[in-house]
């Protein structure tokens, strides 16, 4: 298929570019560079650099198979901050897409919708008739995002699939989670272990949860990958399924801390800090709808996304 890959030199859209073209997909990346880095498009895709609002409609005006769209702003607590950049960012641009796919006849979307649709659950595991509650712009606007796609599925036939993603990790060869601002609990910890941050704060260990400390459910992002190519093959026209990616099991920050220690072999000292605002204590998926009916199954270990991730910060710190 002929591809267009918003986003494609970020973290989770250049390790999916990467897989596009290693599956054989003729792939163009479009992003802006405000948060990738050229060196990420994977060779053998074409890079445009470019706004999404401007350059994807003169894009698929070329004729494309499908998008998959990862390009967004997505730090929760600028959003709170500045929610502007989030609405104009990704909602206003994502309707321009929207708007672009619809006027040149693009049969496919693929979104890289969030976790951040439910906000605080009632229940865990997390399924996706949960209601969805954000509780951030970040959310609210992912979830805008949403419904936006089911009314163009419905309206325009468009087949379309949103995946909302629980917490990413790991590296996929050269591709991997390089943020000028880290937020992110799994490379946070590694930075420690390779000395260029002396400890990590974790935040809060009073939480309702065994160990006190936050729990998430982590997911490799090859694993990640491998379900929008399945989605990508399943998605059906005038349809929008929206998918939970996720293990169905959840790590406590204690136990990454752990896992990161073992694997590294450094001591990384943590020390315990206030509660973050706006953190849930427990956020794990429900995988069940992702086996039913994508045929998906995560295969990676908490141990496998460290290990990859270790290496990838051990390879950029050489380089
Ligand atoms: N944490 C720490 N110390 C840190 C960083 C994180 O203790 O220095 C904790 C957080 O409090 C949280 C856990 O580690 O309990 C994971 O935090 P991350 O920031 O890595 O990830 P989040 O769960 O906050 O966020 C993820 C995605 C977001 C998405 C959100 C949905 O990264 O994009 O899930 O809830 F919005």
């Known amino acids: 298929m002929k591809l267009l890959v918003t986003g494609g030199a970020g973290y989770v859209g250049s ?15 479009l992003d802006d560079l405000s948060t990738g880095h050229a060196d ?27 998008v998959l769209h990862f390009a967004a702003k997505s730090l ?27 006027e040149h006849g693009t049969p496919r979307l693929v979104f890289s919708s969030t976790a951040a649709c439910y906000g605080e659950p009632e229940e865990v ?8 509650r954000p509780t951030n712009p970040y959310g609210a606007g992912k979830l805008a995002i949403d419904t936006m796609i089911t009314s163009y599925a419905n309206a325009h036939g468009l087949a379309a699939v949103s995946l909302r993603y629980f917490n990413v ?25 390779s000395g260029s941050r002396e400890s990590v704060a974790m935040y809060g260990d009073d939480w309702p949860t065994p160990d006190g400390t936050c729990v998430r459910d982590y997911i490799h992002v090859d694993d990640l990958a491998e379900a929008h190519q399945l989605a990508l093959q399943k998605a059906e026209p005038s349809t929008h399924a929206i998918y939970n990616l996720g293990s169905g099991t ?3 920050v204690q136990q ?29 998926a429900s995988a069940e709808r992702a086996a039913d009916q994508l045929g998906w199954k995560p295969s990676r270990s908490l141990q496998d996304m460290v290990g990859d991730a270790w290496r990838f910060t051990r390879e950029r710190a050489q380089a």
């Open 256 to 284: 990454v801390v752990e896992a990161c220690r073992a694997i590294t072999g450094h001591a990384i000292p943590a020390a315990v800090a206030p509660r973050r605002a706006g953190d849930p204590a427990v956020l794990i």
């Open 40 to 66: 990420a498009v994977p060779e053998g895709a074409r890079f445009v650099q470019g706004e999404l609002s401007e350059a994807a409609g003169p894009l698929l005006a070329e004729g494309f198979d499908g």
């Open 169 to 193: 990790a790991g590296a996929h060869g050269r591709f991997g989670e390089r943020h000028a601002v880290e937020t992110h609990l799994i490379p946070i910890v590694l930075q420690v272990a």
């Open 125 to 132: 595991p997390i399924r996706e008739d949960a209601p969805t």
């Open 15 to 29: 390790v999916n570019a990467a897989h596009l073209v290693e599956a054989g997909h003729e792939v163009v990346v």
């Open 250 to 252: 959840g790590y406590s």
């Open 76 to 102: 929760v607590g600028e959003s709170v901050a500045k929610p502007e950049l989030y609405w104009n960012g990704n909602v206003v641009a994502t309707f321009r897409l929207l708007e672009a796919i619809r």
